[in-house]
């Protein structure tokens, strides 16, 4: 396997990921306010074309930036802990080996600078 991409079973692997990972998150009580409303079909294919390309897929993601993406919603850094605690617990149940989910968090993490957008509230309380 010449991609992390390819080792993820390619676009079936990668949609059904992504369809798994979703049911986790709308039910999860710290972030399932976020998908109120939201279009979940178009979002589950703007998140395969992402992460498609993060991973090295022929998928290319043009939707909008990540801060841009995010800009109306007040995440904080514990939000976007959740997400990708997720996004690693859902890789896992697809038997993904840590190798290839430690290169994904490394290629997704730092994109927490672009979506956390609002202070904590324990910080706000303590400035």
């Known amino acids: 396997m010449n991609t992390i991409y390819e080792a993820l079973g390619g676009h079936e692997g990668l949609t059904a ?10 039910v999860d009580p710290i972030l399932s306010s976020f998908f109120d409303g939201m279009d979940m ?4 294919v703007h ?6 390309q993060a991973v090295g897929g ?3 993601y043009n939707g ?7 800009a109306h ?16 617990g859902t890789l896992q149940e697809f038997k993904v080996s840590e ?6 968090v490394e290629r997704i993490a730092p994109l927490a600078a672009q979506i956390v957008n ?4 324990a910080a706000a309380t303590t400035n």
Request: aromatic share 8%.
């Open 17 to 26: 990921a992504v369809d798994r990972f979703y049911e986790r998150v709308t």
């Open 41 to 44: 079909r178009a979002l589950k």
């Open 47 to 52: 998140q395969i074309a992402f992460l498609g």
């Open 58 to 60: 022929p998928a290319r």
């Open 64 to 70: 909008a930036g990540m801060q841009r993406a995010h």
């Open 73 to 88: 919603l007040r995440i904080e850094q514990h939000h976007f802990d959740a997400v990708a605690a997720h996004l690693v």
């Open 99 to 104: 190798e290839i989910i430690g290169a994904i």
């Open 118 to 121: 609002t202070p904590s509230e």
